[in-house]
């Protein structure tokens, strides 16, 4: 079965440059959650959207923004980045419909390396 | 605010040998409970969910879980452990603080080491 592609699998950048993360969700998916699970941490929850649109918000930092196209894959945009955001960038996907019973599926991540 | 709570950052048990693995949930409203297994440098793999109905649940690769209200429990259990379990498991909970998508809550995970 099909399952949540994210590209790249792993990403190297410097210090205030910038990176974007693609996310294409399983099909027929609605609603894709970018999560970030920094060395030995929880996933903590950035954003997620629901048929293009916004429709929640976490931690994420005002330099880093997302969004979903209309063939319902997701980017998200790091800018002036920091040591700190290196982690592991995990992209979920789901279908609305019966949104409690609905899991999350993920993607094998992103992992972004700072230096 | 939906929160789990997993006390154990890492349980140990022999091959064959019976394993749990704590959750404990707090929601406001009824719990929509999950757990997740992750293997190194790989994403969360679904392994089964509590909605609604039987307090015992059947998931993939031979787990359980048992969901307690009054102890506000949702443990993940498994028979017979195997070597090939260990992995970092999450327990969540789904939000319903009113975010249209209600995204998952996560415990701060418990790994999972299976001595043969």
């Known amino acids: 079965a099909a399952g949540v592609i994210q590209s790249p699998r792993h990403l190297i950048k410097e210090k205030r440059e910038t990176a974007t993360l693609k996310c294409y969700p399983i099909?027929?998916?609605?609603?894709v959650y970018w999560y970030q699970q920094g060395p030995g941490q929880d996933p903590q929850f950035l954003i997620s959207?629901?048929?293009?649109?916004?429709?929640d918000k976490g931690s994420i930092p005002d330099r880093f923004s997302a969004q979903q196209f209309s063939d319902y894959h997701s980017e998200l945009n790091m800018s002036s980045l920091e040591l700190g955001d290196s982690a592991l960038y995990f992209c979920?996907?789901?279908?609305?419909?019966?949104?409690?019973?609905?899991?999350?599926?993920f993607g094998n991540g992103t992992r972004l390396t700072v230096t | 605010a939906q929160s789990v709570a997993q006390p154990e950052d890492q349980v140990n048990v022999a091959e064959g040998n019976p394993l749990t693995v704590k959750c404990t949930y707090s929601?406001?409203?009824?719990?929509?409970l999950f757990w997740y297994v992750q293997y190194p440098n790989r994403g969360l793999q679904f392994l089964l969910k509590y909605i609604t109905g039987d307090n015992l649940v059947k998931g993939s690769y031979g787990f359980e879980a048992e969901f307690n209200k009054s102890q506000t429990s949702f443990h993940l259990k498994k028979p017979s452990a195997l070597v090939s379990d260990s992995a970092l498991y999450f327990c969540?909970?789904?939000?319903?603080?009113?975010?249209?998508?209600?995204?998952?809550?996560f415990g701060t995970g418990t790994l999972l080491a299976v001595q043969p």
């Open positions: 959207f629901y048929e293009k649109m916004q429709s």
């Open positions: 979920a996907s789901s279908l609305r419909q019966g949104a409690y019973n609905s899991p999350l599926h």
């Open positions: 929601v406001s409203g009824n719990p929509y």
């Open positions: 099909p027929r998916h609605d609603t």
């Open positions: 969540a909970v789904r939000d319903s603080g009113g975010g249209a998508t209600n995204k998952l809550i």
